[in-house]
Nanobody, 124 residues
Framework: QVQLVESGGGLVQAGASLRLSCVASGRTFSSYVMGWFRQAPGKEREFLAAIRWSGGTTYYTDSVKGRFTISKDNAKNTVYLQMNSLKPEDTAVYYC?????????????????WGQGTQVTVSS
């Protein structure tokens, strides 16, 4: 099993920045992809970004390119999501997810392991 714990959410004003963290523990794999998703009230869960643990290749959805950056710290088993120029429409619960053995993963069903989520609220 893989355990994922997110942190770093909060209430900020529009234009501010936040950095989310996700610490992974438990079973390890030789290759996997870590991803970030979000879900706003009344909306479907949305893919944001992913990073291949080995090599560091990154993937982004078009709506966050240039504002959000995914990164990792192998030594800390931690993946980050740096979010800049936040907008009220970025308000959502943000989830970290892990896809063991994956080379590319950007869809919800690619990821069998999920964190509990962290709330991000952006006020106007």
């Amino acid at each position: 099993q893989v355990q994922l714990v997110e942190s770093g959410g909060g209430l900020v004003q529009a234009g501010a920045s936040l950095r989310l963290s996700c610490v992974a523990s438990g079973r390890t794999f030789s290759s996997y992809v870590m991803g970030w998703f979000r879900q706003a009230p009344g909306k479907e869960r949305e893919f944001l970004a992913a990073i291949r643990w080995s090599g560091g290749t990154t993937y982004y959805t078009d709506s966050v390119k240039g504002r959000f950056t995914i990164s990792k710290d192998n030594a800390k088993n931690t993946v980050y999501l740096q979010m800049n120029s936040l907008k009220p429409e970025d308000t959502a619960v943000y989830y970290c997810a892990s896809a063991p053995h994956a080379i590319v993963a950007t869809r919800q069903y690619d990821f069998p392991y999920w964190g509990q989520g962290t709330q991000v609220t952006v006020s106007s």
